[in-house]
């Protein structure tokens, strides 16, 4: 134990930690992207119902909420062994016996080259949206014709029965500036 100076196995400990931290970050950044991902495939998938009124075909393997939760699992595997690889060399750092190892270099490697190949298919997918948008412009049923009645498709304004509805739900002090 005391084979090693103090001063610089104080700064081993540091580097450690150093190094500790930044397999933290890139856990977090990992979690925080998988996340992302997941809710926005949603949100595409909300926005496609919305658009064609019609539920989007999801393939159960490849998809966005899928490689979401990839990352996310990805992300605490690597905060789980880089724990794990932070304790091993504080010990060997105390015993004076460090050795370095690439082993967690190469997993690493390996689980983002993986992520990475999940991403190919999801990018050359290329999904066929109806030209419904912004604005439908097949007729549309009864009921759906009802809940757009309010817009102006020609003049793209609010009638005015929509602009009484609007401003009765408003604050007071909004009112004085006539929206």
């Known amino acids: 134990m005391d084979k090693i100076p103090k001063i610089d196995r104080q700064r081993e400990h540091q580097a450690n930690e150093r190094t500790f931290l930044a397999w933290l ?5 990992l979690i925080s992207f998988g996340i992302a991902i997941a809710r926005f495939a949603l949100f595409l998938r909300q926005l496609n119902l ?32 880089a724990a794990w690889r932070y304790n091993k060399v504080f010990w060997q750092i105390e015993q004076g016996d460090y ?15 993986i992520l990475g190949l999940f991403c190919i298919p999801l990018l050359l997918r290329r999904d066929i949206v109806p030209s419904r948008f912004p604005f439908p412009t ?6 759906l014709q009802s809940s757009t009645s309010n817009f102006n498709l020609k003049k793209r304004t609010i009638t005015t029965q929509y ?7 408003i604050p007071d002090f909004l009112k004085k500036s006539r929206i």
């Open 25 to 29: 970050r890139t856990s977090i950044a």
């Open 138 to 143: 097949q007729p549309q049923s009864q009921k």
């Open 99 to 113: 050795r370095p190892s690439r082993l967690m270099v190469w997993i690493m490697t390996g689980v983002v080259i």
């Open 50 to 81: 919305a658009i064609t009124q019609q539920e989007p075909h999801v393939n159960p393997f490849s998809n966005s909420e899928n490689l979401g939760l990839a990352l996310v699992i990805s992300g605490i595997f690597t905060i789980a062994l």
């Open 163 to 169: 602009k009484q509805i609007f401003y009765n739900k």
